[in-house]
């Protein structure tokens, strides 16, 4: 069971907590133009990695906000949470974000370019 550590409301039970699967996904824009494998892989592909990875948590029974955190997988030690829509500062999450293979992905480079 995890400990976790809510911006706002400080340690709670993982219980409160749901899930929201990986950080960190662009959407592309209506302006990017995909190819049904690219898209396909926007749409159903995730990264799950044996180690470090970045994840969305929400606070569903506490104060409902999105929050991210940067977790082990395998051990679930948590080395950092941190805002949505700002990136990890911590070495471990750094290094979760730059491995995760969607920063190569076709949707990403695209709707970075925009
Ligand atoms: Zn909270």
Not at 2 to 20: A, H, Q, T, W
Not at 22 to 34: D, F, K, Q, S, T
């Amino acid at each position: 069971m995890l400990n976790i550590k809510c911006p706002n409301c400080g340690y709670r039970d993982e219980s409160e907590f749901s899930c929201g699967g990986e950080a960190h996904i662009i959407r592309p824009g209506y302006e990017v133009v995909l190819s049904d494998k690219d898209w396909a892989e926007y749409l159903f592909m995730r990264h799950n990695p044996k180690g470090n990875f970045t994840e969305r948590w929400f606070h569903a029974h506490g104060c409902r906000k999105w929050f991210n955190i940067v977790r082990n997988t395998v051990t679930n030690e948590i080395f950092e949470i941190y805002p949505t829509g700002s990136l990890p500062k911590s070495i471990e999450g750094k290094n979760a974000y730059k491995s995760n293979w969607r920063r190569l992905s076709e949707a990403e480079i695209k709707s970075l370019k925009k």
